[in-house]
């Protein structure tokens, strides 16, 4: 019975691109997800890092 990918078919498609590149689908899924987890991180720490300034200064 095939019940089909549990990957989304965006993720699917990038799946022939990781093979020539040397990895899997999984590969290049996982590969994409830590790229957007890094950039997700960047974006809090900044959000967080102006807070922060926007408190010192108010406070001065």
Do not use: F, I, Q
Not at 48 to 53: E, Q, S
Request: net charge positive; hydrophobic share 55%; proline share 5%.
């Amino acid at each position: 019975m095939n019940v089909g990918s549990p990957l989304p078919l965006w993720l699917r498609l990038g799946g022939p691109a990781g093979a020539v590149l040397g990895g899997g689908g999984s590969v290049a899924a996982s590969a994409h997800l830590t790229g957007v987890a890094a950039v997700l991180v960047t974006l809090a720490a900044a959000a967080v890092a102006l807070t922060l300034a926007g408190l010192l200064r108010s406070r001065s």
